[in-house]
């Protein structure tokens, strides 16, 4: 089993929302898994015990810190339980699907400990930015 999620997958999302997470990750979200907001105006979908991390990082933070309000009305305030069924499916509900811009399509990036649900068109314009940019990135980080 990978340790990381990697890859580009394209899925769509059926009548009910349900989307189906790439078959080669179910295993990783056996203990469940959680939809969320995330940045660039896609969505996160975490394992159980990635979101269990995120959140005790949260709770080691000053509670009066105003980044971390902000990060957890973000993240946690819209974030969404959802066990995959038996075809390896989770529910995306309306506010997310809303919030990502889904309608039936959807590309489903592995992005390390997470994956990512993109819009196909905004995935494109985010990967084109990110082609104009990454070079220098890359040198300064020595890669």
């Not at 269990?52 to 949260?58: P, R």
């Not at 994956?115 to 940019?133: C, T």
Request: hydrophobic residues 45%.
């Amino acid at each position: 089993m990978e340790s990381f999620f990697a890859g580009e997958f394209a899925h769509t999302l059926d009548d009910k929302g349900r989307l189906a997470i790439p078959s080669k990750f179910r295993v990783r979200f056996k203990e469940g898994a959680v939809v969320s907001r995330w940045i660039g105006e896609c969505l996160a979908v975490f394992p159980q015990a990635e979101w269990e991390s995120i959140n005790a990082e949260i709770r080691n933070r000053p509670r009066t810190d105003p980044t971390v309000s902000q990060f957890v009305h973000f993240l946690v305030a819209g974030a969404h339980e959802a066990d995959p069924d038996a075809q390896g499916r989770v529910v995306v509900p309306a506010h997310l699907r809303q919030y990502a811009h889904l309608q039936s399509d959807a590309l489903v990036i592995g992005a390390s400990r997470h994956l990512e649900i993109w819009e196909p068109k905004r995935w494109s314009e985010r990967l084109a930015d990110v082609e104009r940019s990454i070079g220098d990135k890359m040198a300064g980080l020595g890669i």
